[in-house]
């Protein structure tokens, strides 16, 4: 039987859902090897946290495996990623979990950022077909593959639209009509994406390279100068969620450092708004993805039609699921 998946290769996390279980984890790939580790809690790993997979000769790493185990590891935030050996790579990790025979079909709806839609036939056309993956779980090698025998590649906020307005089976849950504007604030990029009584239009759509990484980045700046830590942008996901450090066994808070941050980026944001829409023209602006959360609470009081989307890590891959039971039907064959 053919699965169908969304899936959501973000710049800092991989949403992926086939509308049962979904999963999430950091967009980090690694040098992979075959080293015995130990661990006593193994046992309560999840199977997305503990992520190894062998495509062609090549062993990976992926996410906190990669963060823990890979002595070169990275987060692609290239502005042209999508032609990148990573995208692939983290694409196929997500769809492992799902993996359960030697044979695995798929259809899957995922999403490129508005202004990289011109790279979406390629996209499809390097993921769609047959591939071999090696799986390592529990010390085991599995052979499995992978038949994508269809694509569908969609400007990313449409996924936020469609959870919205789109239930489960891809049926229209909520009323159409109006304009509705989608800010998606990701971790590298934000997308600003218009639609018309349901229609995308792309003319008033916008891709802007300003995200999370951009207040990242005043965070990593702060450590560096004030305790000498020097991080990469995946070790300060955690440390932005707990809004803690620890510098030679000693916790600091720095909540107010990450508020600052977050509150620029609230501003900046804001500005990019503005700047490309007459925001009065639209009925309802949904607020969207893992920056938008972030900064929703500077966000929204300026908005009076604004509103937060239920879920916003994960709302795009959910609507993509959507489309995808609207688009091939909930069977998927």
Sequence with gaps: MTKLIGLDVGYG???????????????????????????????ELSVIDDLKIGIGNDLYFVGKSAI????????????????????????????????????????????????????????????????????????????????????????????????VYLNGLGQIAEPLEGHTGIVDVGFRTTDLAAVEDSEYIPEKSKTVPIGLVTAYSDIANYLATTYGLEKESYDLDSIVIKRKINVAGETIDISGIINKAFEKLAVNTLVIINSNWKTTDFDSLILSGGGGQAISSYMLPQLSQAKLTAEPITANCRGYLAWANRHWGAMGD
């Design 68 to 163: 823990r185990h890979s002595k070169f590891a990275h987060r692609d935030l290239s502005y042209t990623r999508a032609v990148s050996d990573d995208l692939e790579i983290l694409f196929f990790s997500a769809l492992s979990p799902f993996c359960s025979n030697p044979i695995n079909k798929f259809r899957v709806v995922t999403g490129l950022p508005v202004e990289r839609m011109h790279l979406a036939d390629d996209l499809a056309k390097r993921v769609k077909g047959e591939k071999m993956i090696s799986l390592y779980t529990d010390g085991k090698i599995q052979e499995v593959k992978i038949d994508i025998d269809d694509v569908e590649v969609v400007p990313q906020p449409l996924g936020t639209y469609w959870s």
């Design 13 to 43: 996390f991989v949403k992926v859902t086939d509308g049962r279980i979904g999963y999430s984890f950091p967009s980090v790939v690694g040098e992979g090897h075959n080293k015995p580790t130990f661990n006593v809690k193994s046992a």
